[in-house]
């Protein structure tokens, strides 16, 4: 998912606002629920754009697994209570709802005959044991949701179909080498809330991949990973124990849109630390322990959202988020959070935000909850 990219004209100096924070934009977590309408949709717009599922309108399921509902070839067997994946589920089916049960292992023969399945729900289980092939007969499956279990490792042999794997809230220690061979469609990876060091990521993990988006908050990450996919747009960390960027951490991202930082620890960004991630839209550091703004910002042109807010930023310079010159900065910034610092709004002097879009865009002033 890419950040919305808004481009608007400075219609003259902004003013100081002291306006009530604005919220943060970010791909959003599926909770413990997921919605099935929005996925039966978004199946049918990936339908529309030619991915093979055709005859999408069909009638009740004659033979539908006890207590689940089957209609348009969607079988939802959530909330049942249920200890094991259901028997005899219809073999057309392209949405299979499971979430919310009590079914501890995945086995062997689970999926026999679901050639044609699009999306597999297993979220808010108590799935702690995956067979090594209970995925092969998947061949068409796109997303695969296993949030809220008890995993300890990434299940093996994940279907070469696969684009978007959400696996957050688990009790994964590590990402081995080759865990994601062969998915060279992969586009969407949702790592967070899982144990995971950055010694528990293995050289070559992401081998192969050529991932959009990537999160592993809520982790337990020191350092910014560094053999992570080079073809990143969107790439959170939050709510780990950063402390530190280097100038080399960044090094190999220089195709990310949105970063995010924020809720860590970081006292320190090397000078130069920025300089790799020239494409960045939007960048989060809230919830640190920054000391100043970050240098490098006036020379990222493309920069529209910096978000700074809870920090020990106690000074910002004229020139810290804008360039000397009108000509290298592309878009204006329309987000710039300085609340929650220890600087003296009436001291920063309005031309330090003369490349922002609006007086709104800047937020100053403590908004301590």
Aim: some cysteine; aromatic content about 8%.
């Amino acid at each position: 998912m890419h950040p919305c990219l808004i481009l608007l004209l400075l219609g003259g100096l902004p003013a100081l606002s002291r306006a009530s924070p604005f919220q943060q934009r970010g791909l959003s977590d599926l909770g413990k629920k997921v919605d099935v309408k929005s996925l039966m949709l978004l199946m049918m717009n990936d339908q529309d754009e030619g991915s093979g599922f055709v005859d999408f309108d069909m009638p009740e399921y004659p033979g539908c697994p006890f207590g689940c509902r089957c209609n348009m070839k969607v079988v939802q067997c959530s909330d049942l209570g249920l200890h094991y994946v259901p028997y005899e589920i219809p073999a057309d089916t392209r949405l299979l709802d499971l979430q919310g049960n009590h079914i501890t292992e995945i086995r062997e023969n689970d999926f026999k005959g679901l050639n044609n399945l699009y999306a597999l729900v297993l979220v808010n289980n108590l799935i702690s044991k995956v067979h090594p092939r209970a995925f092969l007969p998947l061949r068409r499956v796109q997303k695969l949701y296993l949030s809220h279990n008890q995993l300890t490792t990434v299940p093996r042999n994940l279907p070469s179909s696969l684009e978007e794997l959400r696996i957050h809230d688990n009790n994964i220690k590590k990402i081995e080498a080759r865990t994601f061979s062969g998915l060279h469609k992969m586009n969407c990876i949702e790592l967070g809330r899982n144990p995971i060091k950055n010694s528990g990521l293995e050289p070559g993990a992401f081998d192969g991949l050529h991932l959009n988006f990537l999160r592993i908050s809520e982790a337990k990450l020191t350092s910014i990973p560094k053999d992570l996919p080079d073809s990143l747009r969107e790439l959170h960390l939050d709510h780990n124990q950063i402390k530190a960027i280097g100038l080399e951490d960044l090094r190999h991202y220089g195709e990310l849109y949105r970063l995010g930082l924020g809720y860590n620890r970081i006292r320190h960004i090397e000078y130069g630390g920025l300089y790799y991630v020239q494409n960045l839209r939007e960048l989060h550091l809230n919830h640190n322990l920054l000391a100043s703004v970050p240098s490098g910002l006036p020379e990222m042109k493309y920069l529209q959202a910096v978000y700074l807010h809870s920090n020990n930023i106690s000074q910002v310079e004229v020139d810290a988020f804008c360039p000397a010159s009108f000509s290298v900065k592309k878009t204006f910034y329309n987000s710039i959070s300085l609340y929650d610092n220890p600087v003296r709004y009436w001291e920063v002097q309005p031309a330090t935000f003369r490349c922002v879009s609006d007086r709104l865009a800047v937020q100053l002033g403590n908004y301590k909850k």
